[in-house]
């Protein structure tokens, strides 16, 4: 085996080994949840929705690539990369669509009680079912390129000036407006949520400052002190990450096939998986209903009374 492929392997077999067992945790603990009181609190399912989406992106790429890159299997031909690629970008914009939700909510939960603010957190929170489906519309609408422009990397047979190598599969575009088109569209689709995000944490960390002193000691005050401090780490580390992996692809976009290494497709799709692998340490480590309920599956204690109060509290 090639030593860059033996690499390449080992840093997706990383992310697949954190991020496929994390976030399942995640989704199986939220399920346990929505059992025992049927229902889910609106915070509790938007991050639901983003661990199973960001499952998606470390199985779908993380999981393929190294299984690929270690020759176990390989299913990137051209309808396997169509397939790949599609819900790749699909899973990969959803995760970070549902970060600024999740901020945004978050932000509307510190709003004082009767304000206007509050007010339409209690709309947003009723429609939670519609702000989910045009998401996926949304998204899916937008990564439909990669249907039309992705091939097998055996099938090199059109590969041009503005096709982009992603080691196993590659994205054709038939000219030079369509390429910047594309990649114009991502970013700004990376950006724009990028930037509510950060100011919804800003708000965040702003009302935290000032109402550290007053709510010290108030237990309800102290659990939305932690959520909000988890919303913002989650923030932080999606900034960091994506904004290497929108640099590179800025850099993939303007620079020269010839002047173009491989390894920056790599290291693309490396950082723009990590956030879906690393997000669950942050959300299990803060989050105490998923930690909670992931003590109660380890430990499978016979159903007793003190138990069942324990694992529902």
């Known amino acids: 085996m090639q030593s860059d492929l033996f690499a390449r392997g080992m840093l997706y077999l990383f992310l697949t080994v954190v991020g496929v067992p994390g976030n399942t945790a995640i989704i199986l603990a939220f399920l346990l949840l929505l059992y025992q009181e049927k229902q889910l609190l609106p915070a509790d399912a938007i991050v639901l929705h983003l661990a199973s989406v960001n499952l998606l992106v470390v199985g779908v790429r993380s999981l393929l690539e190294t299984l690929a890159s270690f020759r176990l299997a390989n299913i990137f031909s051209d309808v396997g990369c169509k397939a790949v690629i599609f819900v790749y970008r699909t899973s990969r914009s959803l995760s970070i669509w549902l970060t600024f939700v999740l901020s945004a909510y978050q932000c509307l939960s510190i709003a004082p009680p009767g304000s206007r603010w509050a007010s339409f957190r209690t709309v947003v929170a009723h429609y939670f079912g519609v702000v989910f489906l045009c998401l996926w519309l949304i998204n899916t609408c937008m990564s439909s390129a990669a249907v039309l422009f992705s091939f097998g990397a055996k099938?090199?047979?059109?590969?041009?000036?503005?096709?982009?190598?992603?080691?196993?599969?590659?994205?054709?575009?038939?000219?030079?407006?369509?390429?910047?088109?594309?990649?114009?569209?991502?970013?700004?689709?990376?950006?724009?949520?990028?930037?509510?995000?950060?100011?919804?944490?800003?708000?965040?960390?702003?009302?935290?400052?000032?109402?550290?002193?007053?709510?010290?000691?108030?237990?309800?005050?102290?659990?939305?002190?932690?959520?909000?401090?988890?919303?913002?780490?989650?923030?932080?580390?999606?900034?960091?990450?994506?904004?290497?992996?929108?640099?590179?692809?800025?850099?993939?976009?303007?620079v020269r096939k010839t002047m173009r290494s491989p390894l920056i497709s790599d290291l693309r799709i490396f950082f723009s998986s990590l956030y879906a692998a690393l997000s669950p340490v942050i959300i299990i480590v803060s989050n105490r209903k998923v930690n909670g309920r992931l003590k109660c599956i380890v430990q499978e204690k016979p159903i007793e009374e003190k138990a069942t109060s324990l694992c529902t509290a």
């Open 155 to 254: 099938n090199d047979s059109s590969q041009t000036t503005h096709s982009i190598n992603v080691q196993f599969c590659y994205v054709h575009f038939p000219s030079k407006l369509s390429k910047e088109a594309n990649g114009a569209a991502q970013v700004s689709r990376d950006v724009v949520p990028m930037a509510l995000m950060t100011l919804c944490s800003v708000i965040i960390l702003v009302f935290l400052y000032k109402h550290s002193r007053q709510v010290k000691g108030l237990r309800g005050n102290r659990s939305k002190q932690r959520a909000a401090k988890a919303v913002v780490a989650l923030v932080t580390l999606y900034v960091v990450l994506y904004g290497v992996d929108n640099g590179l692809w800025v850099y993939t976009l303007t």
